[in-house]
């Protein structure tokens, strides 16, 4: 009996240090997001801050044990083999929707997957129960699900979602009417009002609230019990008089005080709320076992099918070293996991000031919201008097910030009272959840109290609303997504258990295949991710640096062109669907990424020296050639693919023939393109225009030659009709690529003279 059960549990412990990687790279953004994203304290100090957080909520997470064991299924109804495939089929499930969901970049919620997963796998095996037994019906599941927690679960999460949104934008539209953005100016009295309010509802909601239900709050019970608000009053006023002395005598910026204060309590409360998520399963599965192998408690001596497990209703305390231990690998991986940077961005990015890049694309439901919260607007702005608005408007207007124009500098995503409103509101909200033992999402609550603050902080504004909209809806379907396919997963991978123990090996395997897959692939999109370039900075660029820029993009443009129209002929000469499918994928990506430096542009212009100006028109007219181009080698790889996917006849093998003489030519000229602007060999462009009358020539004859056909032996339009489409749009690729080469070498040419001349 024991040796199958023990290769279990070193499993699940295995397990457990993977969920608490994976689980702290997709929640790290929970924390860290304000600190990192208003630049209000150095990143390495921000992360010693969080990493003791972390270490202090390892060491109050020891009351949420109890979810895993009893929150969800009523143990007593399940056997000790029962519960062992649930726990196993929930960390399998848990540990591959992470994973997914951070190599996406995509912050989802650990809390819903752990709640779902034990639903879902408890709901397979009570059913598996139920068929087993004769004298049971489906109706009596409800015995084996606590349903009225569960559902309490459930809701508790759903409504931190607007709980979240509508307090986090309350309370930051109040405190910029109080601070507006010239916070600096503020008299010091309303920064220790703030401090002290700030600092007193941080301490009192962690460190007492959170004590609660740990080992070491019966020590202080007494204390604190009955004293609400004096210990609230009398916090009130001693933090303000410290946070009047720390800002009158010793200069120090609250705001930044109360960030580094909030980065740590809300480190502490993720940790302490979000712990059972990773480690509750594996360490629940732990607490089974000894009570398998006690004599004392299973009296009988009763076997894996016959043990029920009613001891898990009982209250177990936590070992505090094994928390400890959970704390470290989450440190560990908080300062090493590049997933939790790539999440991280993500959050920063919907929660911006300013303008700049946008990760997700607007969708029919973005652009609904975004026209219904303007009429919306409007309705308000007509009811409110207009001295009243004058006054909102004037503590929203933004001060003009002068860079120095002697150095790169990068803005913050956001401002220190919206970074402090985020934390304060979040921590207190987490807290509040955790000392009534709910496992609240710290996703949902963060997330949510960030997209709340930068609305009421007209962070999303007419050009930016409907993709930050859209972005917002994207990560909360995402959420929705995790709890339904968490939820069937989980059932999915119980049931294979509970058929063969075999296939816990075999799902073991699966889950290690696809994290290592999924790691090379993010490994993989962040060295692409490194080359792309958004002009997202303030960033000071001259001549040198459009040259070497435009050089860049332009060599990257020619290779991969090269690559692509190769890929297609010879793809389409073997009727290949499956790599014409991936070149199409890739011309895609291709197109994408121009248009993105052509949503760029503004940003470029703006980052130019007074001294480089003009080279805007002639960075504008590089990249719409390359936009041209990229258009031609798009129109020949669909219009290839559709062919081939149509199943209509393979071109005869002269056209095959001549379209693989003109990839060779044409080969040898984006080689030449991409080797001269990958050296800066300017001077042989000339040379290279000369090339390209040798290609339109292969390629009129080309069309001569098809002319023919059509007249003699050809009996296929619809052969005819691509060959023709390939031959116009290599035409057409050829002259954008000309058309750059002679704009490039006129630019050239002046750029050399002004230097001569200067």
């Not at 109706?139 to 607007?162: C, P, Q």
């Not at 005080?257 to 979000?274: E, K, P, R």
């Not at 297609?568 to 197109?591: C, E, F, Q, S």
Request: proline share 2%.
């Amino acid at each position: 009996m024991g040796d199958p059960y023990i290769l279990m549990l070193v499993a699940l412990a295995v397990l457990a240090i993977v969920d608490l990687v994976v689980g702290v790279s997709n929640d790290a953004v929970n924390f860290l997001n304000s600190a990192i994203g208003s630049k209000a304290i150095k990143v390495r100090n921000i992360m010693i801050i969080a990493s003791v957080g972390v270490f202090f909520g390892a060491v109050t997470s020891s009351g949420m044990m109890e979810v895993a064991r009893k929150g969800i299924f009523n143990p007593s109804m399940f056997m000790f083999q029962d519960i062992m495939f649930i726990f196993m089929a929930v960390m399998i499930t848990d540990i591959l929707l992470l994973d997914i969901f951070n190599s996406l970049g995509m912050p989802t919620s650990t809390t819903v997957s752990i709640v779902f997963e034990l639903l879902g796998a408890a709901v397979c095996v009570s059913l598996i129960k139920i068929a087993a037994n004769d004298s049971q019906s489906i109706s009596d599941i409800w015995n084996y699900i606590n349903h009225k927690k569960a559902v309490e679960i459930i809701n508790g999460i759903l409504l931190s979602v607007v709980v979240a949104f509508s307090v986090g934008a309350i309370v930051q539209f109040f405190s910029r009417l109080i601070y507006s953005f010239n916070f600096e100016k503020r008299a010091s009295y309303i920064n220790a009002l703030f401090g002290g309010f700030a600092i007193t509802a941080i301490t009192y909601f962690i460190f007492v609230k959170g004590m609660k239900g740990t080992p070491f709050y019966k020590d202080i019970k007494h204390l604190i019990e009955g004293n609400t608000l004096v210990i609230i009053a009398g916090g009130f006023v001693f933090w303000s008089a410290i946070s009047q002395v720390l800002i009158h005598f010793f200069k120090v910026n609250i705001l930044k005080l109360i960030i580094g204060v909030g980065t740590f309590s809300l480190a502490m409360a993720f940790s302490g709320n979000d712990l059972v998520n990773f480690i509750g399963v594996p360490i629940a599965a732990w607490n089974s076992y000894q009570a398998i192998n006690d004599p004392l408690i299973n009296v009988g001596g009763l076997g894996p099918e016959a043990f029920s497990m009613g001891i898990l209703a009982k209250k177990v305390p936590s070992n505090v070293w094994l928390l400890l231990l959970a704390g470290a690998i989450m440190v560990v991986t908080l300062w090493t996991s590049s997933k939790a940077r790539n999440v991280i961005k993500t959050g920063i990015d919907l929660s911006r000031q300013g303008d700049g890049h946008e990760k997700f694309q607007p969708n029919p439901l973005s652009r609904v919201v975004v026209r219904a919260a303007m009429g919306i607007n409007i309705g308000i702005s007509a009811i409110i008097p207009k001295k009243a608005l004058n006054f909102i408007d004037s503590k929203f207007q933004k001060p003009v910030i002068e860079l120095p124009k002697d150095k790169t500098y990068e803005m913050p995503a956001f401002d220190l009272v919206r970074a402090s409103v985020n934390l304060i509101v979040a921590g207190i909200l987490i807290s509040i959840a955790t000392s009534m033992k709910l496992p609240l999402s710290t996703t949902y609550v963060t997330f949510m109290v960030a997209m709340g603050t930068s609305l009421a902080d007209r962070a999303w504004g007419r050009e930016s609303a409907v993709y930050r909209v859209a972005g917002v809806i994207n990560v909360i379907g995402g959420w929705f997504l995790t709890a339904i396919t968490a939820f069937l997963t989980a059932a999915l991978v119980a049931y294979l258990i509970s058929w063969d123990m075999v296939m816990i090996p075999v799902l073991l395997l699966v889950v290690a295949l696809l994290i290592a897959r999924n790691t090379l692939q993010h490994r993989k999109k962040s060295k692409e991710e490194k080359k792309q370039v958004h002009m997202e900075r303030a960033e000071l660029i001259t001549i040198n640096g459009v040259i070497e820029e435009s050089s860049d993009h332009i060599a990257g443009v020619a290779n991969r062109i090269n690559k692509l129209y190769s890929s297609v002929v010879k793809d389409l000469a073997t009727h290949d669907l499956i790599k014409l499918r991936k070149t199409d994928k890739h011309v895609t990506k291709l197109n994408d990424e121009i248009d993105s430096l052509k949503d760029g542009v503004f940003y470029f212009i703006k980052s130019l020296d007074d001294t480089s100006v003009q080279a805007s028109r002639f960075y504008i007219l590089i990249l719409g050639y390359l936009q041209d181009v990229a258009q031609s080698i798009s129109y020949i790889s669909r219009a290839t693919y559709k062919h081939v996917n149509n199943n209509h006849k393979n071109l005869k093998k002269g056209q095959i023939k001549d379209l693989k003489s003109i990839d060779n030519t044409l080969s040898k000229l984006l080689d030449d393109i991409a080797d001269t602007f990958e050296n800066r060999s300017f001077d042989n462009l000339e040379h290279i225009i000369n090339e390209k009358k040798e290609l339109l020539k292969d390629v009129s004859k080309s069309i001569e030659k098809q002319v023919d056909r059509i007249r003699t032996d050809e009996t296929s339009p619809k052969n005819t009709t691509l060959y023709f489409s390939i031959l116009i749009e290599t035409q057409d690729l050829v002259s954008g690529l000309m058309s750059l080469l002679e704009t490039y070498e006129e630019f050239h040419i002046s750029t050399k003279t002004a230097e001569i001349e200067a």
